[in-house]
T-cell receptor, first 117, second 115 residues
Framework: AQTVTQSQPEMSVQEAETVTLSCTYD???????LFWYKQPPSRQMILVIR??????QNATENRFSVNFQKAAKSFSLKISDSQLGDTAMYFC??????????????FGKGTSLLVTP | EAQVTQNPRYLITVTGKKLTVTCSQN?????MSWYRQDPGLGLRQIYY???????DKGDVPEGYKVSRKEKRNFPLILESPSPNQTSLYFC??????????????FGNGTRLTVT
């Protein structure tokens, strides 16, 4: 089974600053998907950004970008110009490209991010 | 509006009293799944369904049942709930032709407390 590790249980950042959340994973697969999900206090699970392993270019979505290092099995999330609304739990997730796995997302334990004024 | 609807949002019950958490999606998704979220453990898959009448176990299926008689519905059944099933539950759905282009849509969660 794939394991996803988020080594930072909690982080804080000041408004307008930049913060990076780390994620590493363990797999023997060569192709897979990686995701970052955001869970605000409302409990909704919101997809922030996604990356296919065969694509070398790092994904970017507005203020959110990733640093995908395939050899190091690292997938960090950078949030630029942090806003109060970014306060949430952030989950890194891994998915194999295999229907036999049930398209299961393997989640990390999460990083709680607090954005302060 | 495309959505996954779970009911109820909150549920408190007693040990051994059968309960069902409903999940319905209006996006004609083939794939549906249940996760539970526990502090310090992230989300773990309970059961999933690739299509109607096709279900399979995820990582933590013990104590749960599911059914998929219709494409839109995927209820989670706890025949005899126990306190260790106190958790936050999420239903999710997507098309099956590669969830990268069809990411999982999550419901708003059901907070279950078993006393």
């Amino acid at each position: 089974a794939q394991t996803v590790t988020q080594s930072q249980p909690e982080m804080s950042v000041q408004e307008a600053e930049t913060v990076t959340l780390s994620c590493t994973y363990d797999t023997s697969e060569s192709n897979y998907y990686l995701f970052w999900y955001k869970q605000p206090p409302s409990r909704q699970m919101i997809l922030v950004i996604r990356q296919e392993a065969y694509k070398q270019q790092n994904a970017t979505e507005n203020r959110f970008s990733v640093n995908f290092q395939k050899a190091a099995k690292s997938f960090s999330l950078k949030i630029s110009d942090s806003q109060l609304g970014d306060t949430a739990m952030y989950f890194c997730a891994f998915m194999k490209l295999d229907s036999n796995s049930g398209y299961a997302l393997n989640f990390g334990k999460g990083t709680s991010l607090l954005v302060t004024p | 509006e495309a959505q996954v609807t779970q009911n109820p949002r909150y549920l408190i019950t007693v040990t051994g009293k059968k309960l069902t958490v409903t999940c319905s999606q209006n996006m004609n998704h083939e794939y549906m799944s249940w996760y539970r979220q526990d502090p310090g453990l992230g989300l773990r898959q309970i059961y999933y369904s690739m299509n109607v009448e096709v279900t399979d176990k995820g990582d933590v299926p013990e104590g749960y049942k599911v059914s998929r008689k219709e494409k839109r519905n995927f209820p989670l059944i706890l025949e005899s709930p126990s306190p260790n099933q106190t958790s936050l539950y999420f239903c999710a759905s997507s098309h099956t032709e590669g969830s990268y282009n069809s990411p999982l849509h999550f419901g708003n969660g059901t907070r279950l407390t078993v006393t």
